[in-house]
Every structure is written in C-alpha cells, then in structure tokens.
C-alpha cells in the first residue's frame, strides 16, 4: 500500500533528523564542555520540547551536578 510506505519513508526522515539534531547537541555539548551524555541531552531536549523552561532546566541540571560532586567529595575512600 502506497500510503503506508510514504508514511514509513515520512517517519524514516523525521528519526533520521531527530538523530542528526541531536549529535549537533551532543556536539555543542562536547565543546562546552558540560559532562552531559547523550541520553541526559536528549532527556533535556525532550523537556524544551514539551515546553520545560530551558533557564530553569539548566539551573535544575547544575544545582543536581553540584549536589552529585557534594555527595562524592563526602564519601570516604
């Protein structure tokens, strides 16, 4: 059926540029240097997606990597 292979091509293109959308982030995210994996970047670009506030995700995503540095620097060896 026609319709429904013009369908899977449609999708096969969105996936196709979501991924390469988000190796540009992962990109950027290298150069900047934030320590933020692939999966933790694409959570956050789902966040922005669904309307999440970035200036307030990021702050949320800081203060978390600041509690996490708090808790390993507490740990004895």
């Given amino acids: 059926d026609r319709?429904?292979?013009?369908a899977t091509k449609r999708d096969t293109g969105r996936v196709d540029e979501a991924k390469q959308a988000?190796?540009?982030v992962c990109d950027i995210?290298?150069?900047l240097n934030?320590?933020?994996?692939?999966?933790?970047?694409?959570?956050c670009?789902?966040?922005?997606?669904?309307?999440v506030?970035?200036?307030a995700l990021a702050a949320v995503v800081k203060e978390l990597?600041?509690?996490g540095q708090a808790l390993k620097a507490?740990?004895?060896?």
């Avoid at 319709?3 to 013009?6: F, I, N, V, W």
């Avoid at 934030?34 to 959570?43: A, H, Q």
């Avoid at 507490?74 to 060896?77: Q, R």
């Fill in 53 to 55: 506030n970035p200036e």
């Fill in 22 to 24: 988000l190796d540009v």
């Fill in 45 to 51: 670009v789902s966040l922005c997606e669904s309307g």
């Fill in 65 to 67: 990597k600041r509690e």
């Fill in 74 to 77: 507490n740990v004895p060896e």
């Fill in 34 to 43: 934030t320590g933020l994996d692939r999966e933790v970047l694409s959570i």
């Fill in 3 to 6: 319709s429904k292979m013009a």
């Fill in 29 to 31: 995210s290298e150069v």
